[in-house]
């Protein structure tokens, strides 16, 4: 079977939580694409080249214990940017996407760029501020700050000229804002449950 699901939207929506309970329950293979710029990002802080880091990149950056970080976040978003970082980084994602068995990949242009055509797509969304919360119920800080760095990730995500984050034309919104994450997953699974071919 070859079946993706496409899940896009910005940082701290619920898309990682949404992505691994989908994977499981359906039985597909999951990437979080965000940790292969994630990677990069570190081995750039770190004074690497960032095309090379991102055409050299192997299973143990993807290891590393501090890419959780929102200073590796930063990081990443910002290689991110870099359209040569982006394209070393396409046909890992695109033959994982339809190997045999069926795929989630997470990120921001799944839907887009990555696999246009994946049977579904689904963007998560969330307002500023209650990303931000959930955030900063992670790290703890500045609750100021948190918004803020939110608020900047957004603003590079969404205005770079390569592969920016936006919804998929066919993308079906789930926002989290007032909803609970069980609520949130229903509905996912509800989406991939009517495209996932029978038998
Ligand atoms: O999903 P995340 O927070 O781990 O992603 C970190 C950064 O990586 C994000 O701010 C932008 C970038 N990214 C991207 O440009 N494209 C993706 N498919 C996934 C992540």
Redesign the pocket.
Known sequence: MIFTVAI?GP??AG??TISRAVAARFGLAHL???????AV?ARVTAGEDPAAAARDLRPEDLARGD?RTLE???A??R???LPEV?AALVDF?RRFARAGGGAV??????GTV?CPEAEVKLYVTASPEIRAHRRWLETGGDPAAVLAEVRA?DA??MG?AD?P?RPAAEAVMIDTTDLGIDEAVARACAEIAAKLPTA
């Open positions: 896009d940082a701290a898309k990682g979080d694409t965000g940790l292969l710029y994630r990002g890419l590796a976040g930063a990443a978003s290689v991110a940017a982006r994602q990949l997470d990120g921001r242009d799944i990555i990730r590079r995500d770079r592969a984050l």
